[in-house]
């Protein structure tokens, strides 16, 4: 009897061709991940924007609190110290990693000052030396 020797083809693939596969996808996956880290970059500076906005919100209403005041030694604007550097917020609780800065000016040149006792408030909070929220407004007593 003849031996009958039969070679089939091998199926599946070597270790050669999978690495030549996980490069090839390694190269085409690397725009991909470029573009996860910018996603979760953008997703920080939105959080630290929410935050500053809020932030800035309250101390702006905390501002104007001040009219209607019970006090009546700090009830009106005319109170609020004119400063480059205002305090008038530091007794709100701060967000972590949130730096807020009022301006408070005198607001009389401003068209809409009719009375002649104006203030023009800027808020600015900053999150790592970024400004994330402004709010400027006229306070006329």
Same mark, same amino acid.
């Given at each position: 009897?003849?031996?009958? #020797? $039969?070679?089939?083809? +091998?199926?599946?693939? $070597?270790?050669? %061709? /999978?690495? /030549?596969?996980? /490069?090839?996808?390694?190269?085409?996956?690397?725009?991909?991940?470029?573009?996860?880290? $910018?996603? =979760? +970059? $953008?997703?920080? /500076?939105? !959080? !630290?924007?929410? +935050?500053s906005?809020?932030?800035a919100? @309250? *101390?702006? !209403? #905390?501002?104007?609190?001040?009219?209607? =005041?019970?006090?009546? @030694? @700090? +009830?009106?604007?005319?109170?609020?110290?004119?400063?480059?550097?205002?305090?008038? *917020?530091?007794?709100?609780?701060?967000?972590?990693?949130?730096?807020?800065?009022?301006?408070? %000016?005198?607001?009389?040149?401003?068209?809409? *000052?009719?009375?002649?006792?104006?203030?023009?408030?800027?808020? @600015?909070?900053?999150?790592?030396?970024?400004?994330?929220?402004?709010i %400027?407004?006229?306070?006329?007593?």
């Open positions: 009897m003849r031996a009958i #020797h $039969s070679y089939r083809k +091998q199926q599946g693939v $070597s270790l050669v %061709e /999978i690495v /030549i596969i996980v /490069i090839v996808l390694g190269i085409v996956a690397m725009p991909f991940s470029n573009g996860f880290v $910018s996603v =979760s +970059q $953008s997703l920080i /500076i939105n !959080e !630290e924007v929410l +935050q906005n809020a932030y919100q @309250t *101390c702006a !209403e #905390h501002i104007l609190y001040f009219r209607r =005041s019970p006090d009546t @030694t @700090t +009830q009106g604007y005319a109170n609020l110290a004119i400063s480059t550097s205002s305090t008038v *917020c530091d007794a709100l609780p701060n967000p972590a990693g949130l730096v807020i800065n009022v301006d408070i %000016e005198n607001g009389n040149a401003s068209p809409a *000052c009719a009375t002649g006792n104006c203030k023009s408030v800027t808020i @600015t909070v900053a999150s790592n030396g970024q400004p994330r929220a402004n %400027e407004f006229l306070l006329m007593n």
